[in-house]
């Protein structure tokens, strides 16, 4: 039986090592969150995985998205699932507009009449969305009529990070690292709502066997993959899934605000994805409960200072 071993912690201790205090507790927050970090840091350093990158929720909105853009870059995350959402979100930042902090307790009445749109306490401009709207015709235009009517979503998104490089995005980092961005749910978001008017008068047929075919692939070729999970729904089911035929995946992390109690698949541990053939064994797992735009930041920093001080 493992001994609890209390925190010895210092002002000015890196934070890979605040990590490794807290997984000598072996329990509650702080046990988890240093296991993550440690699982993370194997995903990272070992050449023989290949990490996917689920996430759901406003992370692109919320801060993450620079940190998204320098983990695909850095050769960190091979393959990337997200909602629609978030899509466009990158996209609409691509284009050179801004989220904007706001608050929970804005009257939603007047922010309408502002032209403003809320997501909790972040805001963002109906110019943006009407941008969006003309940026998406525009390069759905520039792209063959043919290719559009059997294109997989990693694909039509490379075609869009091709075609925005003005600025950093997460899908002109993924297209040129040859990343894939699947998502699955495109068509839940506002770009989606763009795609399904373009497509009633112009070719345009998604097919999603397509980018479930690139994603298995992706798995079943790998010495090993690994997942990194945060919030949940499709996205997370989608990179799980993907695992079966190669008999789960080796290694996973998610940090998430859901319950298990309902069943669902956002606050469902890790652990019940073993029955399924989804993760193959429960050495190698850590849920940290919490959000994730605080939690994986300090995750992902403390596993890449362990990961770089290896390199040096």
């Known amino acids: 039986m493992q001994k609890i ?21 072996h329990v509650l927050g702080s046990g988890r969150f240093g296991r993550a970090v440690s699982i993370l840091t194997e995903m990272w350093r070992s050449n023989a995985y290949r990490n996917i990158l689920a996430f759901a929720g406003p992370l692109v909105p919320g801060g993450l998205r620079k940190l998204i853009i320098d983990l695909i870059a850095g050769g960190y995350v091979h393959a990337v699932v997200t909602t629609g959402a978030n899509v466009t979100h990158d996209i609409v930042e691509s284009l050179g507009f801004r989220h904007i902090a706001g608050s929970p307790d804005l ?7 502002r032209n403003l749109s809320r997501i909790y306490d972040i805001l963002i401009t109906q110019s943006a969305i009407n941008r969006l709207e003309k940026t998406a015709y525009k390069i759905l235009n520039q792209i063959p009529a043919e290719q559009r009517r059997n294109i997989a979503s990693y694909e039509l998104l490379w075609e869009v990070g091709k075609r925005l490089t003005a600025r950093p995005s997460i899908l002109a980092t993924a297209q040129r690292h040859r ?29 999603p066997m397509r980018d479930f075919s690139r994603l298995v692939d992706l798995t079943y070729e790998s010495k ?13 089911h989608q990179a799980m899934i993907a695992n079966v035929y190669r008999g789960g995946t080796d290694a996973a992390i998610q940090i998430t605000l859901d319950r298990p109690e309902a069943g669902g698949t956002s606050g469902a541990p890790l652990e019940e994805a073993i029955s399924w053939g989804k993760i193959r064994s429960p050495n190698r797992l850590a849920t940290v409960i919490g959000d994730a735009t605080i939690l994986f930041p300090l995750i992902a920093i403390a596993a890449l200072e362990r990961v770089q001080k290896r390199r040096k």
């Open 224 to 236: 090993k993959t690994g997942l990194i999970i945060l919030g949940g729904g499709m996205p997370k």
């Open 107 to 113: 009257d939603d009445k007047a922010l309408r009449k």
């Open 5 to 25: 071993r209390h925190m010895q912690l210092k002002p000015g201790m890196p934070l890979s090592r605040i990590a490794k205090e807290m997984e000598g507790t």
């Open 179 to 207: 990343v894939p961005v699947f998502c699955p749910g495109i068509y839940d978001s506002m770009l989606g709502l763009n795609l399904w008017t373009f497509g009633r008068l112009n070719p345009l047929v998604i097919n």
